[in-house]
């Protein structure tokens, strides 16, 4: 389990907090969304989690031990980070994908590797991309690519930062379901920055709400409410259910 602490920070050391008193937890075999309008700290949040930032204060416990404590390499091995924004360089599928190997190489590549990078592949049903360059793919292929690396990591915790954020309906609902299922499958622990709450609570089982820099709620699906809708992006919602399931339309 990942157990975040109290956890505060900033950009600069009088700047503006960001993120103040900050507790949750990521547990393993949950899909956790990480929501809040623009500018609530979501995707700063998940890089105090990968390490890129350093909390300014509170603690982040992997099993027990604070990540500021463990090597960087140690790290990798647990936690996967999928940026909100992935760079897209001349660089054939296969070989990035074989990147996310990395944190396990410990001198040179082996045929396990490349295993593990061809069964995720197959698995993404990606496998007809692998000799095709990255800067060449739509941006739902790039989606997938982007996650067969960070699952190459084979990684205990998987924290992506808008995964949907550009794809189109059916690709959306694709990245959600495998997300959904690898989480369940290999009891990954999942956290998801995503906007759309229809999404979230479709293929989410627990929620995180950020608001002025704090938690506002922490939960399952009933905390999802038309009143917490409001509280935290000011729309006015109807929440009806629809084949036994819940579904948020907006008035
Ligand atoms: N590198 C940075 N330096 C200074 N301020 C930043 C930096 N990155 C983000 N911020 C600020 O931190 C706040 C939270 O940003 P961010 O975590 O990106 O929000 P979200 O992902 O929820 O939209 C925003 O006010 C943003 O302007
Ligand atoms: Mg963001």
Known sequence: M?????????????GSVILENVSFSIEPGTCLAILGINGAGKSTLLKCINRIHTATAGSILLNGKNIYK?????????IAYVPQV??????MVFDYVLLGRKPHIQWNITTEDKKIASDI??????????SRYINELSGGELQRVVLARAMAQQPKYLLLDEPTGNLDPRNQHEMMSIVRII??????????????????IRYCDRFLLLKDTQVHSFGGLEIITSELIREIYGIETDIIEHKGRKIIVPL
């Open 86 to 91: 992935s760079s897209t360089s001349h660089t």
């Open 70 to 78: 463990m090597s960087r390499r140690e790290m990798a091995r647990q």
């Open 121 to 130: 592949l197959q698995q993404l049903d990606l496998t007809k991309f692998a």
């Open 183 to 200: 989480t369940s499958e290999q009891n990954i622990g999942t956290a998801i920055v995503i906007h759309d709450l229809n999404l979230a």
């Open 2 to 14: 990942i157990e975040i602490r109290n956890l505060r920070f900033s950009y600069h050391k009088s």
